[in-house]
């Protein structure tokens, strides 16, 4: 049995991942803001991955609570995220994902371009998101990620 899948935070994108790792035959664990992230540590504390699907004002905050025992296994799925906007917190490997597609409430999710995944979990990221017909791009380097942010 593959390991379970924590996510924090389960937006529209969030929501979208979920689906492509249940399809992939993982188990999904959601963590939601009334959820203690220690909680779920301790009920998950051998996960696959955790992403944090929380919006940018969340982030740092969120990843505060990060235990030390999650954090090389680290999935951020934000637009807007930069090397210094993790490594502040002692992060130094994450997988990173700059989606490029869009998802609104009560529609389904709609591919614009490959989606750009760099980290230990690109490749299995990248297998979920096309298993349900979400183009990606596994990129060579996090010096290619700066290139995919709006924020350069």
Same mark, same amino acid.
């Given at each position: 049995?593959?390991?379970?899948? +924590?996510?924090?935070?389960?937006?529209?994108?969030? !929501?979208?991942?979920?689906?492509?790792?249940?399809?992939?035959?993982?188990?999904?664990?959601? +963590?939601?803001?009334?959820?203690? +992230?220690?909680?779920?540590?301790?009920?998950?504390? #051998?996960?696959?991955?955790?992403?944090?699907?929380? !919006?940018?004002?969340?982030?740092?905050?969120?990843?505060?609570?990060?235990?030390?025992? /999650?954090?090389?296994?680290?999935?951020?799925?934000?637009?807007?995220? $930069?090397?210094?906007? /993790?490594?502040?917190?002692?992060?130094?490997?994450?997988?990173? $994902?700059?989606? /490029?597609?869009?998802?609104?409430?009560?529609? #389904?999710?709609?591919?614009?371009?490959?989606?750009?995944?760099?980290?230990?979990?690109?490749?299995?990221?990248?297998?979920?998101?096309?298993?349900? #017909?979400?183009?990606?791009? +596994?990129? #060579?380097?996090?010096?290619?990620?700066?290139?995919?942010?709006?924020?350069?």
């Amino acid at each position: 049995m593959k390991a379970p899948i +924590v996510i924090i935070g389960i937006g529209e994108i969030a !929501g979208v991942l979920a689906k492509a790792f249940l399809r992939n035959g993982y188990a999904v664990y959601p +963590v939601t803001r009334a959820m203690s +992230v220690a909680d779920a540590a301790k009920e998950t504390p #051998d996960p696959s991955m955790v992403v944090v699907g929380v !919006g940018e004002k969340a982030f740092s905050s969120v990843l505060e609570t990060i235990p030390i025992e /999650w954090r090389a296994r680290l999935v951020f799925i934000q637009n807007e995220l $930069l090397p210094h906007d /993790w490594k502040v917190h002692g992060i130094e490997s994450p997988t990173v $994902l700059s989606v /490029w597609f869009e998802k609104k409430r009560g529609t #389904d999710y709609k591919p614009l371009l490959p989606t750009p995944i760099y980290g230990p979990k690109a490749e299995l990221v990248a297998k979920s998101l096309t298993g349900i #017909d979400i183009p990606c791009t +596994v990129l #060579d380097s996090e010096q290619d990620l700066l290139f995919q942010s709006p924020r350069q």
